[in-house]
DNA sequence: CCTTCTTGTCTAGAATATTAAACGCTATGA
DNA sequence: TCATAGCGTTTAATATTCTAGACAAGAAGG
């Protein structure tokens, strides 16, 4: 069983978006040595290896206790969003079956003349969004407001509130709230 | 914050009571390489750190998690079992300052006619034992029987039992007992 | 006193890791 | 099209690790 120190290595620089050569400097190595270890050519040794790691930052028992195998999805296209809502208003939800989620981030897009229902909302958490598209009604704690393409809100969740597309054509709405509560 | 590798080996080889050269014939390096090493006056590679430590056995991952600090006390003297009885009973204990004990042990001595006490014990667990010294009269699910030196007892905790010096000497038990109680 | 075994350390040379610099590639923009 | 800049890779030279073997010190037994 070998670890594949190159691989493990490779996958925690480019998870945290670095170039070889902009990990090598920041720890001090060349951009070679980046690479041959990358490719397995070579062993590093302990303290090189620990050079290395201290410019992403990342400690020795981090990088071997590492987990790749639960590297979690991290693009998601169209398709792979989970649609919660109803023919009114679509609701899909990112990142839907990754466990622990704190967040959750929907597409909304509510048909014209379409709302969040009768009753207005209200529960625990924090929630904002942006409008990308169309015209929406936003009614908090008993203000209320039409929002258009480039307008945001951000309220406690647990003021009453509900949405309404008061406009003739499709809105949506990318929104995000804590806790998940989907 | 540096590593210390050289310390952190020699911590595990010893405490794996192996020699250098052991360590090393099992680990398929020399043993000139070890002692380099656990004086800090190379750095391994990964590779050969992982050579080494297969030796062990041991993962790099555990080599790098070890917390040295929390080296347990593994030998207790005499005064530093812990007193837990009274006069006619004596129930020593060891290990007693460790967190997370799954065992009690305890050396017991009990006078000359002294016993646990009028009423029988029961509580969950196993327990077990042997006697060291003089005579004691264990009685277990409404059996009874007389123990000597060498002679010893296991039975589940939940059965009721007792136990009673029916000699004129100083009777010695040394016991173990899951989960710990004390 | 020896001899023999084991321990950890040290050293010269062989093997390997690391550097510095170049290469080939792709993308961007004038 | 040419230049520029970024990317990962490769190579020759250098620095370090690693091996094989010798050394000194301590323990056990004759």
């Known amino acids: 069983m070998t670890i594949d120190v190159g691989a493990r290595l490779r996958g925690v620089r480019t998870s945290f978006g670095l170039s070889q050569r902009e990990l090598a400097r920041r ?3 060349t951009n070679g040595l980046i690479s041959l270890i990358e490719q397995n050519r070579v062993s590093p040794s302990v303290s090189s290896l620990k050079k290395v ?3 992403v930052p990342m400690s020795l028992a981090e990088f ?3 987990d790749l195998s ?3 999805q991290a693009f998601f296209g169209t398709d ?3 649609e919660l809502g109803n023919e009114a208003v679509s609701l899909r939800l990112v990142a839907a079956k990754r466990p622990g989620r704190q967040l959750t981030i929907l597409q909304e897009r509510y ?3 379409a709302a969040t229902g009768e009753e207005m909302l209200a529960h625990r958490g ?3 969004g942006v409008v990308v598209r169309g015209r929406i009604e936003l009614m908090v704690g008993g203000t209320t407001r039409v929002l258009g393409p480039g307008e945001a809100y951000y309220f ?3 003021l009453p509130h509900r949405f309404r597309n008061v406009g003739r054509e499709v809105c949506e709405i990318i929104s995000a709230s804590t806790p998940a509560t989907f």
């Open 156 to 158: 406690s969740s647990q």
């Open 53 to 55: 790691l201290d410019g």
């Open 70 to 72: 639960i590297a979690p």
């Open 64 to 66: 071997f206790t590492l």
């Open 111 to 113: 048909a014209a003349g």
């Open 126 to 128: 924090e929630e904002g």
């Open 27 to 29: 720890a001090g190595v």
């Open 80 to 82: 792979e969003l989970v």
